[in-house]
């Protein structure tokens, strides 16, 4: 038997076995994969209904959108980080999804999601630039477990934290100074060359810290921004017929603002030109001092380097941009205070023209009267009338010349900035320059003779006691000393004083003191590992005086070559000492220096100890002594932005300090938290029955003299108890009114005087 059908062929075998015949399907694996596809022709959408669902669907472009079609209409675009407000860090979105967002709100016709720089509306980076949280290692450091240490009693009273003799370390304090070098700014063995090097060093310092910090091109920028706010606010004012006295005011701050900044950057431009002319004059001082005395004492050299411009045209453009921009600014100001002054004019005229025809009417009424002999009591107008004439004329406020005021902002602008053609200039100062070894003058081989000689050494007291001193230090032409020594100093008293004192020897005299320096000990948790160099200035005021070259100290005289500058100083000994002052710090447990600080408890010894790192908001709050008023005029005119978190804690105590105050403060706070735990006012204890009773028993009043037992309670006191004293108080005022004494007109005084009794000036 033979059965066909779409999988298999079953043949029956000579064993009567039924056997199924596999056929290609089987063998390829696609039997349960065959898929039907029958051919169908495409479906046609209509027009109408393409159109529908192009209407219903939107697609935003990811074109982006100008910053003017963002904002309302009638409005203007403006950036508040060009007017100096904070603005926080935005939120770092890619520009795709962010255009395809503006066209999505701008379809919708919603506008107020954008701000008036044309940005969205957002809330600043939540993000921190640094982890909030340390990162927190499985093996823990061993020297971070924890030591058990037994508590110790200590004599605070007591003179020594320390007693002499006591090795215990656990009492053990060091205090560790690092000497590093001296250098003077003045020295009796300097020559007149040396004088006009540090003048020309000094004067290159402030000349390129100026350079540096670039104040005046920062004053600049400044000045254009407000130049911009202020003019697009004007264009928005005229395209507004209806302003606010809010936009008005803004626009009166930024006129004040411009003229702030217009003012600084030429009074910044003003110091930078000086300083650069006196730099370039001193240096030539110093230069013609070398020739005439043939021979040079100081290696040092100044470059100068003549920069010009690259675009003459466009710096004359931008030097008259700035003069009409200036002279308009000016001319706006005194029209401004002409229609001001004009205005006061019209009043004082009006005045004065009406006490003028008040006057004529007044005599011609008097004459009027005594034609006709009318006898009358004295118009008491008229005769004040006639007391006070009308003075003189007032004259008519005059008008500005605006051709003086072109010339006057040319004759400023030349002397705050570089006028155009003038090439920028470069200076460099270098230790590099030849020194004369042998020069032929008697007196200055003499006063080099005296230098080589000299060595300087310091010494440290600790509460007025020496306790380590330096090894003397050759001082070498360039006046600079370098120590470079560490001293430490085991503490067995209470910090009070550390002294430094600067010795000389060797040079002139055999031995002398310099100079004394009074350095403020650290906190508790300052080491030298922690703590920077710091710079002590020291100065003496001996008179030293010498046959050589030496121009010495405290003597006047004239370093300047002859015929450039006849200016006569006088100098004393001066310099600055570098130095660091820390704890030390006991090794830890692998030999380390993770140990603890060797410092005694700060809390007994750091009261009189000045803290190089206090905050000022905490010295303004616990100092009490100030002016809320000038420290709120400060912050307005200051422009300080209240969003900055910076300034969060100065507004925070800007508010809390100047709430109900009405009067100036002539008084500093004790605990300015007790009012947090004041339980009660002051008229409430005022208008408390019971201890109104206690006061007036107290007071020795007749009717409450006797009175023994006070109840405990308010309430149990008589409401009534004190209508019998008051009844007496009104007796006792009646009777003193029946026995005033009045004065009249007697030391001036018209109105009569009365006294009352001691017992009625307590109610």
């Avoid at 079953?10 to 898929?35: F, N, P, R, S």
């Avoid at 910053?67 to 926080?88: A, I, N, S, T």
């Avoid at 002319?277 to 020739?291: F, V």
Wanted: proline letters at 6%; charged letters at 30%.
């Amino acid at each position: 038997m033979l059965e066909i059908n779409n999988v298999a062929e079953i043949v029956e075998t000579e064993g009567g076995e039924e056997q199924t015949k596999l056929i290609t399907a089987d063998y390829l694996g696609l039997h349960d994969e065959w898929e039907l596809v029958e051919m169908v022709s495409p479906v046609y959408l209509r027009d109408e209904q393409v159109t529908h669902e192009q209407e219903l669907y939107f697609y935003p472009s990811l074109i982006p959108v100008l910053p003017e079609d963002k904002v309302k209409p009638g409005h203007e675009v403006r950036y508040p980080e060009e007017e100096g407000l904070y603005v926080g860090r935005r939120l770092a979105v890619t520009n795709r999804s962010k255009n395809k967002l503006e066209q999505r709100l701008l379809a919708s016709g919603d506008r107020r999601w954008f701000g008036d720089d044309g940005e969205m509306i957002s809330q600043p980076d939540p993000c921190r630039t640094i982890p909030l949280r340390p990162l927190v290692f499985d093996e823990v450091n061993p020297v971070l477990k924890v030591e058990y240490k037994p508590a110790a009693i200590r004599d605070f009273e007591n003179k020594y934290i320390v007693q002499p003799g006591d090795t215990s370390v656990e009492d053990h304090y060091l205090l560790e100074v690092e000497i590093r070098s001296v250098s003077f700014s003045h020295h009796p063995l300097f020559s007149r060359e040396h004088i006009l090097a540090q003048r020309v060093t000094e004067l290159y310092n402030k000349y390129n810290q100026c350079v540096v910090l670039g104040r005046e091109q920062r004053l600049a920028g400044r000045l254009e921004a407000l130049r911009r706010a202020r003019d697009s606010l004007k264009k928005a004012l005229k395209q507004t017929p209806d302003a606010s006295q809010q936009q008005l005011d803004r626009l009166q701050r930024y006129v004040a603002e411009v003229r702030e900044a217009r003012q600084l950057r030429q009074a910044e431009g003003y110091s930078d030109r000086q300083l650069l002319s006196n730099l370039l004059i001193t240096w030539r001082d110093l230069k013609k001092l070398r020739e005439l005395q043939g021979y040079t004492s100081t290696p040092l050299r100044l470059q100068i380097h003549k920069e010009d411009a690259e675009d003459p045209a466009m710096e004359i453009m931008a030097w008259d941009e700035e003069i009409r921009k200036e002279v308009q600014e000016l001319e706006e100001e005194y029209q401004e205070e002409y229609n001001k002054q004009l205005e006061e004019y019209m009043k004082k005229l009006a005045l004065w023209k009406k006490r003028r025809k008040a006057l004529r009417e007044a005599k011609k009424r008097r004459q009027k009267e005594a034609e006709q002999q009318i006898d009358r009591e004295s118009d008491e107008e008229a005769e004040q009338m006639m007391l006070e004439p009308p003075g003189e004329e007032p004259q008519p406020p005059a008008k500005v010349d605006m051709g003086v005021v072109r010339s006057e902002v040319m004759e400023r602008l030349l002397k705050s900035l570089r006028p155009p053609g003038e090439p920028r200039v470069h200076v460099q100062l270098t230790t590099s320059g030849p020194v004369d070894q042998n020069p032929a003058c008697p007196k200055q081989q003499q006063r080099r003779a005296a230098v080589r000689r000299c060595a300087l050494y310091v010494k440290i007291f600790y509460n007025q006691k020496e306790v380590c001193s330096s090894r003397p230090q050759p001082l070498g032409p360039r006046f600079i000393v370098s120590i470079g020594q560490l001293f430490p100093i085991r503490i067995l008293q209470w910090p009070e004083s550390l002294k430094v004192e600067l010795h000389e020897e060797g040079g002139t005299f055999a031995h002398h003191l310099v100079a004394e320096m009074y350095i403020p000990f650290p906190s508790s948790g300052t080491t030298l590992a922690n703590c920077s160099l710091e710079r002590h200035e020291f100065s003496s005021n001996q008179v030293l005086t010498f046959s050589h070259a030496g121009v010495g100290s405290g003597t006047y005289m004239c370093p300047f070559p002859e015929g450039s500058n006849k200016e006569i100083t006088c100098l004393y000994t001066s310099g600055v000492l570098l130095c660091r002052v820390g704890w030390g710090m006991e090794s830890g447990v692998h030999g380390g220096g993770d140990g603890r600080i060797l410092a005694p408890p700060e809390k007994y010894w750091a009261k009189g100890r000045r803290s190089s790192c206090a905050d000022v908001m905490s010295m303004l709050d616990t100092e009490g002594a100030m002016d809320i008023d000038k420290l709120q005029e400060w912050a307005e005119k200051s422009q300080l932005d209240p969003n900055d978190p910076r300034n969060a804690s100065f507004f925070y105590f800007i508010k809390n300090a100047g709430m109900g105050l009405n009067t100036e403060r002539n008084y500093f706070r004790l605990d300015p938290q007790q009012a947090e735990f004041d339980f009660c006012k002051l008229e409430d204890l005022d208008a408390n029955s019971r201890l109104r009773l206690l006061r007036l028993r107290d007071q020795g009043e007749p009717e409450f003299r006797g009175l023994r037992v006070v109840p405990l309670r308010e309430k149990e006191i008589p409401k009534d108890v004190f209508k019998v004293n008051l009844e007496n108080w009104t007796h006792n005022l009646k009777f003193n009114m029946t026995t005033l004494r009045f004065q009249s007109n007697w030391e001036g005084v018209d109105c009569p005087k009365f006294y009352l009794t001691e017992s009625s000036r307590k109610y």
